[in-house]
């Protein structure tokens, strides 16, 4: 296959594509690749093109630096006044959501919200020994999106979701593996070369086969959509909460946040 070689440097996404690979990195460093708008929009328009062009086989999902992502920006979060539904973020989760080709990650440092939750619409996850996984929504003040809370439990059983969703405790690369959650443990020097060999060995075969048997193992995703959209509307709410705001500002103060002042429970949508 062609190595088409287009590498969009400065850019806040970096674009890669070679192989039949097309390679997505998260390029902030400097904010840990927290992801802003800007970036998610950037993630859905090359997943949306790949997913139209027959070139593109695979998708590998990486980044610079020693951070996978911090998760979603929460800058941005404060300026999200309108809730979770038809932003951003929302369009980059219902789109990896119902992504139709392979998607390979290689997680080279924690993965935090959005950076794991990710990883469960992932075929196939490379971690390096320092990856670590975790979903502190609660701690945030809000609740798990991209169809975690749902994906979660089933992935790795309630009681080790709730140490995730309910506690907000971090899984080790080690802990990944043994949940099922990564594919194997691979040194950072040679983690994204190892995850786009084994991209490019998904390439290789047929194309049709492959998405065959990946849509039968997902199964019928009108459930998990559904959820989806369940979690977005808690979510929202939970966004414009004070608990959620308390948080944001604590982090970007550096200081803990104080919930004294605790608003009443989101109301449950079921
Ligand atoms: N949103 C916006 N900015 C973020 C960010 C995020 N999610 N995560 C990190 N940053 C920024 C920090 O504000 C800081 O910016 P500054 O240098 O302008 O002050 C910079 O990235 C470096 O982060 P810092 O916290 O100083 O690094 P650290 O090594 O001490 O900690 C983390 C790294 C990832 C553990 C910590 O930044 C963190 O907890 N981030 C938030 C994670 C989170 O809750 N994400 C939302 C999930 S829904």
């Given at each position: ?17 070679a ?10 460093p ?22 139209e ?62 950076g ?53 405790e ?22 994204r ?66 919930l ?11």
């Amino acid at each position: 296959m062609q190595d088409t070689m287009q590498d969009t440097t400065q850019e806040l996404i970096l674009i890669h594509e070679a192989d039949g690979v097309l390679e997505l990195r998260f390029n902030r460093p400097e904010k840990k690749n927290a992801i802003t708008g800007a970036m998610y929009d950037a993630l859905t328009a090359a997943l949306l093109d790949a997913a139209e062009r027959p070139a593109v086989r695979v998708v590998l999902i990486a980044a610079e630096g020693e951070t996978f992502t911090a998760g979603n920006d929460i800058k941005d979060f404060l300026t999200m006044t309108g809730g979770l539904s038809d932003t951003p973020a929302s369009r980059f989760i219902h789109t990896i959501a119902a992504f139709n080709k392979p998607l390979v990650a290689a997680v080279n440092g924690p993965a935090i919200g959005i950076g794991t939750t990710l990883l469960l619409h992932c075929d196939l996850v490379y971690a390096s020994p320092e990856a670590s996984l975790s979903v502190p929504f609660v701690d945030l003040g809000l609740v798990p999106e991209a169809g975690s809370s749902l994906l979660l439990p089933l992935r790795v059983g309630f009681a080790r979701a709730a140490e995730l969703l309910l506690l907000g405790e971090a899984m080790d690369a080690d802990a990944a593996l043994a949940a099922g959650l990564v594919n194997a443990i691979i040194s950072s020097d040679t983690l994204r070369g190892h995850a786009r060999e084994k991209a490019q060995k998904l390439a290789a075969k047929p194309p049709s086969a492959l998405a065959a048997t990946r849509a039968l193992m997902r199964g019928e995703l009108g459930t998990l959509h559904a959820h989806m959209r369940q979690e977005s509307v808690v979510f929202s709410k939970a966004l414009k909460g004070a608990e959620a705001r308390e948080a944001f500002t604590a982090f970007l103060e550096r200081r803990k946040p104080n919930l004294d002042g605790a608003a009443p429970p989101i109301a449950s949508v079921a």
